[in-house]
């Protein structure tokens, strides 16, 4: 059973503040996704790394995926209190949409 | 364009009850997945289908079943409800099933079992 950790489960922080969450796996992935979700919804992609050691940066957001395919981070400089929300990482081993998720990071960034 | 819709928004039913939420995807979209989302085990895999035919499932016992019809739409039942069925359970439809395909996801359907 392919198994992602998430780390931390939650964070507080101020605003303008910088923040990392992880995730790690014992499995390789072809690929892995993070999504953010916010309450009442469902959550939204906001990258997918393919390659080993590949970086995406998305505005304040940055995305690494480890050499080895197994673990991956998100960093965000300078937080907003608009990126408050659940950070979901995801992995994909085969074709198809079925994915592992990582049990989240709860983020609060307040003003 | 329309996003995934996922009805009824929320349900509450007694244990041994069934139900069947319903999913219309993203036009032009043939893939739908359901996911279930608890507090304790997050997010799981429950279920694929492209073209009418399941083509993944996820380990949950025999009492949750999917379907998709020919338009793309999708149902899921949910067979003698238990207490720990109480979930958000979430659709989610992308236009193929090839590797890194977009997954887009509905709002959900959040289930209380009583």
């Known amino acids: 059973t392919q198994l992602l950790e998430q780390s931390p489960q939650f964070l507080s922080i101020q605003e303008g503040e910088n923040l990392t969450v992880y995730c790690n796996s014992s499995s390789v992935f072809s690929s892995l996704q993070w999504y953010r979700q916010e309450p009442g919804e469902g959550p939204v992609l906001l990258v997918t790394?393919?390659?080993?050691?590949e970086v995406k940066k998305l505005k304040r957001l940055t995305f690494q995926f480890g050499d080895a395919r197994k673990d991956s981070s998100l960093h965000i400089t300078a937080a907003q209190p608009g990126d408050t929300g659940l950070y979901l990482c995801a992995g994909s081993s085969a074709a198809g949409n079925k994915l592992t998720f990582g049990g989240g990071t709860r983020v609060l960034v307040k003003p | 364009k329309a996003g995934v819709t996922q009805t009824p928004r929320y349900l509450i039913k007694t244990r041994g009850q069934q139900v069947t939420l319903s999913c219309s995807p993203i036009s032009g979209h043939r893939s739908v997945s359901w996911y279930q989302q608890t507090p304790g085990q997050g997010l799981q895999f429950l279920f694929e289908?492209?073209?009418?035919?399941?083509?993944n499932k996820g380990n949950f016992p025999g009492r949750f079943s999917g379907r998709q019809f020919s338009n793309s739409r999708s149902e899921m039942n949910v067979s003698t409800l238990e207490l720990g069925d109480s979930a958000l359970y979430l659709c989610?439809?992308?236009?193929?099933?090839?590797?890194?395909?977009?997954?887009?996801f509905g709002s959900g359907t959040q289930l209380s079992v009583l």
């Open positions: 289908y492209f073209s009418e035919t399941q083509r």
């Open positions: 790394v393919v390659t080993g050691g």
């Open positions: 989610a439809s992308s236009f193929t099933v090839a590797t890194n395909e977009k997954l887009f």
